[in-house]
């Protein structure tokens, strides 16, 4: 089976933008999560999409939103730019959800200057 | 709330020799617990994970990794390193009700293997 793809691997934005990230899960794979990892705050649960509802939100501003769509494919969108948005983003899909096995694709990383 | 802390920002040790990767949790209800690595400018990769089943959890690459309630540890071991198990090593815990924390990532070890 294809791994989990994540589009564009690279991106860099100027603050006050917005910036919508893409991420395609494993074939059959319903749950689609997100995660913020920088070096000082580590790896952060953004939000978590079964079925294409939100099931899980971590501790982040509404900013940051996602969807996800009836092919399981899920994008992350976040508003308004700072600085310190910058980061990788990772996207996990997983058969049950977040509570178990995740597999990850390889990120994008988000440069906002 | 639930917690990870993993004891050791870098580790250090020379091709053939234990690895020893420490995690512990705080959790009020039974947790699943995981290990993940994840090499230079990937994403991260399932080792193994715990889910109330055996104590003793056999992953991939040699990796195993033991579950002591009474200590609340999670503890990453391999017999003998090899150069390519450098990388960050992630435990990580998951099984809280509330949606804010239902998967928690502590800060990662660093692995270097020296030849």
Same mark, same amino acid.
């Given at each position: ?80 730019? =700072? ?31 | ?13 020379? =091709? ?54 009474? =200590? ?44």
């Amino acid at each position: 089976k294809a791994g989990v793809t994540q589009t564009p691997r690279y991106l860099i934005k100027t603050r006050g933008q917005q910036v919508t990230l893409s991420c395609s899960p494993i074939s059959g794979h319903r749950s689609v999560s997100w995660y913020q990892q920088t070096p000082g705050q580590g790896l952060q649960f953004l939000f978590e999409y079964f079925s294409e509802t939100q099931r899980n939100k971590g501790n982040f501003p509404g900013r940051f939103s996602g969807r996800q769509f009836s092919n399981s494919r899920s994008e992350m969108n976040v508003s308004t730019l =700072e600085l310190g948005d910058s980061a990788l983003y990772l996207c996990a899909s997983s058969l049950f959800g977040v509570e178990g096995a995740q597999y990850f694709g390889p990120g994008t990383r988000l440069l906002v200057l | 709330a639930q917690s990870v802390t993993q004891l050791g920002s870098h580790v250090s040790v020379s =091709e053939g020799a234990l690895v020893l990767l420490r995690c512990n949790y705080s959790s009020s209800v039974p947790p699943y617990l995981f290990w993940y690595v994840q090499y230079p400018n990937q994403g991260l990769q399932l080792l193994l994970k715990y889910t109330s089943a055996a104590t003793l959890v056999k992953g991939i690459n040699g990796f195993e990794a033991e579950f002591k309630k009474s =200590e609340t540890s999670f503890h990453l071991t391999k017999p003998s390193a090899h150069m390519s198990d450098a990388a960050e090593y992630f435990c990580a815990v998951s099984g809280r009700k509330t949606s804010y924390d239902k998967v928690i990532f502590g800060p990662g070890t660093s692995l270097s293997v020296i030849p």
